[in-house]
T-cell receptor, first 112, second 113 residues
Framework: DVKVTQSSRYLVKRTGEKVFLECVQDMDHENMFWYRQDPGLGLRLIYFSYDVKMKEKGDIPEGYSVSREKKERFSLILESASTNQTSMYLC???????????FGPGTRLLVL | AQSVTQLDSQVPVFEEAPVELRCNYSSSVSVYLFWYVQYPNQGLQLLLKYLSGSTLVKGINGFEAEFNKSQTSFHLRKPSVHISDTAEYFCAVSVTGGFKTIFGAGTRLFVKA
């Protein structure tokens, strides 16, 4: 079974803090994704990566950055957390050509 | 650009009743279509997908969906729901050969005893 793990299930941070969300997959997938999920808005793509050290902006990249130093790990960074970044963050991975994405359990981030 | 519209934000239904969750999409190119399910406090998991071939797609847990190209729809159905089907369901579309998947806003299915 594909397993995608995220470093924290729940996180509480202060405005202005730098926040790191980690995602690890164990199936050697080339593609990895970061989404945020908000009620009534579904999932919105923040960034994705199709190879190590490669990254592409998604639909809502402002205020975020990413890092992919190893194939299995994709990190999302909030440089200076703000209250409007309070959300559920979901990581996913996929193999090119299969289109199916495998999701982690999510990190619920609260920024105070 | 592609877009996905889930026509119902919430669907309450009694146990053992049939259910249909509606999804329409728009795209000028060929697409793949998906339904994902999210149980409380979990990530999403694939329910079923249409890539090509038969327009009736069967998925896990007794769900099925029908791809209708002329109506640009991909509605999800189950003939008899269980309490355990209570979850949020997401319709999604991706362009063939592309990286990005566009998700709908989600439909919350409440199954009542």
């Amino acid at each position: 079974d594909v397993k995608v793990t995220q470093s924290s299930r729940y996180l509480v941070k202060r405005t202005g803090e730098k926040v790191f969300l980690e995602c690890v997959q164990d199936m050697d997938h080339e593609n990895m994704f970061w989404y945020r999920q908000d009620p009534g808005l579904g999932l919105r793509l923040i960034y994705f990566s199709y190879d190590v050290k490669m990254k592409e902006k998604g639909d809502i990249p402002e205020g975020y950055s990413v890092s992919r130093e190893k194939k299995e790990r994709f990190s999302l960074i909030l440089e200076s957390a703000s209250t409007n970044q309070t959300s559920m963050y979901l990581c996913a991975s996929s193999r090119p050509g299969t289109e199916t994405q495998y999701f982690g359990p999510g990190t619920r981030l609260l920024v105070l | 650009a592609q877009s996905v519209t889930q026509l119902d934000s919430q669907v309450p239904v009694f146990e053992e009743a049939p259910v249909e969750l509606r999804c329409n999409y728009s795209s000028s190119v060929s697409v793949y279509l998906f339904w994902y399910v999210q149980y409380p406090n979990q990530g999403l998991q694939l329910l079923l997908k249409y890539l090509s071939g038969s327009t009736l797609v069967k998925g896990i847990n007794g769900f099925e969906a029908e791809f209708n190209k002329s109506q640009t729809s991909f509605h999800l159905r189950k003939p008899s729901v269980h309490i355990s089907d209570t979850a949020e369901y997401f319709c999604a579309v991706s362009v063939t050969g592309g990286f990005k998947t566009i998700f709908g806003a989600g439909t919350r299915l409440f199954v009542k005893a």
